[in-house]
């Protein structure tokens, strides 16, 4: 099938939902998990991509985790009950970073991101404000707008799949 020395021209290219040829495992890493994952939209220390979101974040992480939480949670519980419980936890006992682990944790489930740089409790209790930052950006270029909550994206999803154009607001302006 594959001769023994493998030069770049010889090595089949991968195929979606296969895994590649050559060992099932890599670096203790199976081959079937190493398909099913993608990779992170942006890194932990990309924040400078997103300056406001980084500077709310910085400021008042308990609404950035809010609006993550809500979206992760799909609806089941709203941006402003996140945001409070995380706020909580922080205040009372210092550790709001356990919160937004297991929140980060799911998210990472739920669109098959890998656990890198470290474990999700270390990267929340060493770089909190960064791993929310990513988090938030990684949502974004899953196509959601945290800024709407959850509802407003499935209103919007659900206008923009049966062909309504959904019109620029305008805001301000002059009224009577």
Same mark, same amino acid.
């Given at each position: 099938?594959? /001769?023994?020395?493998?030069?770049?021209?010889?090595?089949p /290219?991968?195929?979606?939902?296969?895994?590649?040829?050559? =060992?099932?495992?890599?670096? @203790?890493?199976?081959?079937?998990?190493?398909?099913?994952?993608?990779? #992170?939209? /942006?890194?932990?220390?990309?924040?400078?991509?997103?300056?406001?979101?980084?500077?709310?974040?910085?400021?008042? =992480?308990?609404?950035?985790?809010?609006?993550?939480?809500?979206?992760?949670?799909?609806?089941?519980?709203?941006c @402003?009950?996140? @945001?409070?419980?995380?706020?909580? &936890?922080?205040?009372?006992?210092?550790?709001?970073?356990?919160?937004?682990?297991?929140?980060?944790?799911?998210?990472?489930?739920?669109y *098959?991101?890998?656990?890198?740089?470290?474990?999700?409790?270390?990267?929340?209790?060493?770089?909190?404000?960064?791993?929310?930052?990513?988090?938030?950006?990684?949502?974004?270029?899953?196509?959601?707008?945290?800024?709407?909550? #959850?509802?407003?994206?499935?209103?919007?999803?659900?206008?923009?799949?049966?062909?309504?154009? &959904?019109?620029?607001?305008?805001? *301000?302006?002059?009224?009577?």
């Amino acid at each position: 099938m594959y /001769s023994q020395k493998s030069t770049p021209s010889s090595v089949p /290219s991968p195929v979606y939902g296969q895994p590649p040829p050559g =060992p099932s495992y890599v670096a @203790g890493v199976s081959a079937s998990s190493l398909v099913s994952q993608t990779s #992170w939209s /942006s890194g932990l220390c990309d924040c400078c991509l997103d300056i406001p979101n980084c500077c709310i974040t910085c400021w008042c =992480p308990c609404v950035t985790f809010g609006q993550i939480a809500e979206i992760v949670d799909n609806g089941k519980t709203s941006c @402003g009950f996140h @945001g409070t419980l995380y706020a909580l &936890i922080n205040v009372l006992s210092g550790c709001g970073c356990m919160y937004a682990c297991f929140n980060r944790t799911k998210m990472r489930r739920q669109y *098959g991101l890998p656990e890198v740089p470290s474990n999700d409790c270390c990267v929340h209790f060493c770089c909190g404000p960064c791993a929310l930052c990513q988090e938030y950006r990684e949502l974004q270029h899953q196509g959601f707008d945290l800024s709407i909550g #959850w509802e407003g994206n499935i209103h919007r999803s659900t206008m923009t799949n049966i062909g309504v154009q &959904i019109p620029p607001t305008a805001l *301000g302006g002059m009224s009577r």
